[in-house]
């Protein structure tokens, strides 16, 4: 359960039952809507739990507006260093560290990589990474279900990663939460393995709506399952018209060539709008630097 994101107001009980209510201030409150206390207590409880929701709503807003200004900071930092900063979202067990360490084999030995592995628990994760060959932080969540701007900004001053690099930033493993947390990321990308199921991107609309690619991940084993990749694709595309999709294997490497290319050609996008930046700046200051000199000649010929 998410201690942050306020998954827990979905709970569901009987109210007839006696049930528990986590608090905003994180203790546990257990009673029953319908007391020997009559109606009058009921609908003081009510009250009270209309006020509690409006305060979880208040809390959700202000951590994501917190959030928000990290993430803002952390792509400022991207764009300036000429970094590109990939979200990796999905379920648990779709194969998202065994694709990172499939890519870090092809492409290490040209161009900087680092990663964040984000993970309830344990550095295996991290681990891996590093004896595939690029730098890595692990990023232990506990409870929360998800990672936010604050702990990547945090685990960015360990890494230091290197100016025209590609920073992947693995989630935890999870289709809800991901998808509300901006983390200063140029594009999220959704792994979906081809043993989940064709129905996820209706399931969870939010994260494959606000990711900029889908990898269907796990292609070697579709001659052993009944999936349909049309199914899914034309689902993907239900939520997200405007969805990239690339179909691979981890294991094999089918595949593995797109996904290959299309990081080089969002690092390059992300190169050519540094350096448009850097370019508009340096006419911004060659205006500037005329504005002055001609000023200067004004108040000399004033002078004469």
């Known amino acids: ?62 951590i994501l507006a917190k959030n928000n200004a990290f993430a803002a900071a952390n792509r400022q930092r991207f764009e300036q260093d000429g970094v590109l900063a990939l979200n990796l979202v999905s379920s648990p067990g779709s194969g ?26 344990t550095s295996l994760d991290a681990e891996r990474i590093r004896s ?6 692990q990023i232990n969540t506990g409870k929360s279900c998800h990672l936010d701007a604050q702990r990547v900004q ?18 935890v493993g999870n289709l809800v939460c991901p998808a509300a947390f901006d983390l ?20 969870y609309p939010d994260m494959f709506r606000a990711a900029r690619l ?18 899914v694709l034309g689902n993907a595309r239900r939520v997200n018209p405007a969805i990239e999709v690339l179909q691979i294997s981890a294991t094999t490497g089918e595949g593995m060539a797109a996904w290959l290319d299309w990081l080089r050609r969002e ?16 006419r911004r200051v060659a205006e500037l630097e005329a504005q002055l000199e001609t000023q200067l000649r004004a108040q000399q010929t004033a002078a004469e």
Do not use: W
């Not at 595939?132 to 932080?137: I, L």
């Not at 200063?184 to 399931?203: F, Q, W």
């Open 132 to 137: 595939a060959g690029a730098q890595a932080v």
């Open 96 to 121: 998202k560290t065994a694709l990172l360490v499939r890519t870090i084999a092809a492409l290490h030995d040209k161009t900087p990589l680092a990663v964040i592995e984000g993970d309830q628990q």
């Open 214 to 231: 889908m990898l269907l991940n796990k292609c070697d084993l579709l001659p052993h399952l009944q999936f349909d990749v049309q199914q």
């Open 1 to 62: 359960m998410c201690t942050t994101c306020g998954c827990q107001s979905g709970e569901i009980h009987n109210d007839n039952d006696e049930h528990e209510h986590v608090g905003p201030d994180g203790l546990v409150y257990r009673h029953t809507h319908h007391s020997p206390h009559g109606h009058a207590r009921d609908h003081e409880q009510h009250r009270k739990h209309a006020h509690e929701s409006t305060r979880l709503v208040q809390i959700e807003r202000d």
């Open 184 to 203: 200063g990321e140029a594009a999220k990308v959704v792994i979906l393995s081809v043993t989940e199921g064709e129905d996820k991107p209706l399931k």
């Open 154 to 171: 945090e685990a960015l001053g360990e890494l230091n990663p290197l100016p025209e690099s590609i920073m992947f930033i693995e989630n």
């Open 267 to 282: 690092l390059t996008a992300v190169l050519a709008k540094r350096n448009e930046s850097i370019a508009a700046l340096k």
